[in-house]
């Protein structure tokens, strides 16, 4: 049933899928980390129309499904823009876009957390509102956040296999791949499921130390 | 209760012999620790506690915070487990089954049986956030004692109208004061009708204008009489009027026993008078 | 050659319904795993522990997708064949559930120490306390994250697209092979009624929430 000469070789070029998944995994979580920050500001912005138009643009991004999103940028967007944009970067900008709104969150959860003498000590010292940001606010709301922005980063990587639907060969088309040509269909996606299961896990271990030595370091 | 278990040696109440010969009970204690000690980890918060209870008999217990009554209450109410010795509830072992010659610890079903004899109230009342008041004194009436919905109801109210809160049957305790709160907490316990409550620091958590409701509940259910009571408090005036009997403990032992005026008139353990003095320094 | 958008939403409803009766009997399916995985997560026994660990890791440790993939196409060659919409609602249900069954456990968890004490003063026994009085309380602490999680949930069955179930985005990708150059109305259509979907589903929960926890906390 379980046959080992097959797995030995597929095994090579799964492992070689896996560098390309982490690769987008990582493109796409620099994507997310940027423009969740970009939304997160601009979603606390004291210019309201901007503050209520990108709240809109968050729960709609967050409503409805990645594989959705991924479609319309692949197949839609070269159509209204009249260039196409490859697989690749479809797939990083759609998974990095959809998660980016998820960041948002976890950054206004940051913020949020500084408490409001912070704000007040900057204005004090005559800071402007760039200077309160970079040297006072986010120094202190983002190193608690850092842990929950680690299993965003998990649960990104484990939503890379949709973006097989654009053709992006990833782990998942890879095997699909294989299985269309040998039809032995067990061992590949069994596969699969393990180097998920193995990576993510040890990458949510990873985490954890993370939080509490973040923890000791807070003093807690 | 049928199975009285005797045990021999009455070393554990050797120094208040006299004490329990109050008259009219010369029965068994309802209450009985014997050696029970307790660790949480490392920590020994009860170091030998050896205290008999007489039906109907109200005990108030003092000391210092940290001196182990509040964990002699709730061992008393199966919330924590003796690390050694034994308790006795209406001549039965609560804690313990005999397995031919041996104790073993007692299962849940023994537990269940047994804790039908005591109630407890609580510092922090613990009504359940989720149930208007009469529910909350009828639900165990239902489920447990297995009363019909019109009996538990009978029942509730009357309690609740003697703790004077019966105009608030359909609130949540959400929407009463500490005071009224503590009150239906009482009702709550007393419904099951056990034999031994606990009152564990109930009026700790009250504001000072509250507490005298709540004191005043109790009081009356003192005079009925029937029922024991341990009092764990920090209420020395009310201590003295209500009590038969009043334990000092400090760092996990009774230090001091005895009648309300003998503790609070004549201490004689220089941890006692130290005690009382800075108790009438601060004025509570 | 369709004169107007309004000439798809046939087909997309047609595909709609079976994107809600996936997402129905798998959110079934996924909440009565999350309460036997967080209850027995909390268990007593050892290996009741551990099973519904192992349970929890290994289906929030993989992909949905890989789930699916291996429940529809891997099965089969150890001689279990499912139907489609077996091997999708088992996916996105016991995926769901594992997640879901985090919420069940932290939710009882943060029911305070006193509710147990005051039930077992009462002489409640063990399966009373936890039926009467912990799990109405940690039900409440529940709605809002399964709330979450049933919009996720929803979003979530676009992916049965993949073993070629006729849902909303499968009949949606039909459409657009047939009709190339209406490719931007389809995808915006889906898109939209997605969006309608989940944000139904949130101002639900949340009107719950409000009715249930009025005049108590």
Redesign the interface.
């Known amino acids: 049933m379980w046959d080992w000469n097959y797995v030995l070789d597929v095994l090579p070029q799964l492992l070689s899928a896996l560098k390309m998944t982490v690769w987008i995994t990582l493109c796409s979580f620099v994507v997310s980390l940027i423009v969740g920050l970009l939304l997160a500001l601009a979603a606390r912005s004291r210019f309201k129309p901007l503050a209520y138009v990108t709240k809109g643009i968050i729960e709609f991004i967050r409503n409805t499904p990645l594989l959705v999103q991924v479609f319309f940028l692949y197949y839609s967007l070269p159509l209204l823009m009249g260039v196409s944009i490859p697989a690749f970067y479809a797939g990083v900008i759609g998974l990095g876009l959809h998660y980016s709104t998820y960041l948002s969150e976890v950054y206004r959860s940051g913020i949020e957390a500084v408490p409001k003498g912070q704000w007040e000590a900057a204005t004090a010292l005559n800071y402007t509102k760039g200077q309160t940001w970079r040297i006072v606010i986010l120094p202190q709301a983002i190193p608690p956040i850092i842990p929950v922005l680690g299993n965003y980063l998990i649960v990104m990587f484990k939503e890379t296999p949709i973006l097989s639907a654009i053709t992006l060969v990833e782990m998942m088309l890879t095997a699909k791949n294989v299985v269309s040509q040998s039809f032995r269909a067990f061992e590949p996606y069994t596969l699969v499921g393990i180097l998920f299961l193995a990576i993510s896990y040890i990458a949510s271990l990873l985490v954890q130390r993370l939080e509490k030595r973040m923890n000791l370091l807070r003093g807690k | 209760m049928s199975t009285t278990v005797i045990e021999s040696g009455e070393e554990a109440s050797r120094e208040n012999a006299s004490l329990r010969d109050k008259p009219g009970t010369g029965n068994t204690p309802i209450v009985r620790y014997q050696g029970v000690t307790k660790s949480f980890g490392d920590v020994q918060v009860l170091k030998g506690i050896d205290l008999e209870m007489m039906p109907g008999e109200k005990v108030a217990v003092i000391g210092p915070s940290g001196s182990g009554k509040t964990t002699m209450g709730r061992m008393l109410m199966t919330l924590e487990e003796p690390t050694e010795g034994t308790i006795e509830l209406d001549g039965e072992l609560l804690w313990h089954m005999r397995v031919k010659d041996r104790l073993v610890r007692a299962d849940e079903k023994h537990l269940h049986r047994m804790r039908g004899h005591v109630g407890m109230v609580f510092q922090h009342f613990n009504l359940f956030p989720h149930m208007n008041v009469l529910r909350n004194v009828t639900e165990a009436p239902r489920k447990v004692l297995g009363l019909s919905k019109e009996e538990a109801e009978e029942r509730a109210v009357s309690m609740l109208g003697k703790v004077g809160l019966a105009d608030k049957l359909k609130m949540y305790p959400s929407h009463l004061s500490g005071g009224q709160k503590q009150r239906v907490a009482i009702a709550r316990a007393l419904v099951m009708k056990p034999k031994v409550m606990v009152f564990d620091e109930v009026t700790s958590a009250l504001d000072p204008e509250l507490v005298g409701e709540v004191l005043e509940v109790i009081r009356e259910i003192a005079e009925e009489g029937e029922m024991a009571m341990m009092l764990i408090t920090h209420e020395m005036d009310f201590a003295k009027e209500i009590a038969d009997r009043v334990i000092f403990g400090a760092d996990g032992r009774i230090v001091e026993q005895g009648t309300p005026e003998e503790i609070f008139e004549n201490p004689q353990s220089e941890r006692l008078q130290s005690f009382l003095q800075r108790f009438r320094a601060q004025g509570i | 050659m369709p004169s107007s958008w309004i000439e798809f939403l046939p087909t997309l409803l047609k595909g709609a319904e079976i994107t809600v009766i996936v997402a129905l009997l798998s959110a079934v399916l996924a909440i009565v795993a999350a309460f036997i995985a967080g209850l027995g997560r909390l268990s007593k026994l050892w290996i009741v522990r551990t099973v519904m660990a192992v349970y929890v ?2 289906f ?8 699916l ?2 429940l529809y ?2 099965l ?3 001689g279990i064949e499912l139907p489609k919409m077996a091997a999708a609602v088992l996916a996105i249900g016991l995926n769901f559930g594992a997640y879901g069954s985090e919420i069940v456990r932290s939710a009882i968890l943060a029911v ?1 120490k ?2 147990w ?2 039930a ?7 399966w ?1 306390r936890m039926w ?2 912990i799990l ?2 940690a039900s ?1 602490r529940m709605l809002p994250p399964f709330g979450n999680q049933l ?1 996720e949930l929803i ?2 069955t ?2 049965v ?2 073993i070629t179930m006729a849902d909303l ?1 499968y009949q ?2 039909v459409l ?1 092979n047939n009709y190339i ?1 209406w ?2 109305e389809i ?2 259509l ?2 939209l009624m ?2 309608v979907m ?2 139904l589903v ?1 101002v639900g929960v949340k009107l719950l929430e409000r009715k249930l926890t009025a ?3």
């Open positions: 890791e290994v929030r440790g993989t992909s949905l997708l890989v789930q993939f291996w196409f891997a089969p060659f150890i305070p006193g509710q004490e005051a077992v003063a009462l002489n409640m026994k063990p009373q009467n009085i109405p309380q409440l919009v979003k979530s676009s992916l697209y993949f985005t949606a990708m657009r150059s490719t931007t995808l915006v889906l898109l997605y969006f989940a944000t949130s005049g108590r906390l």
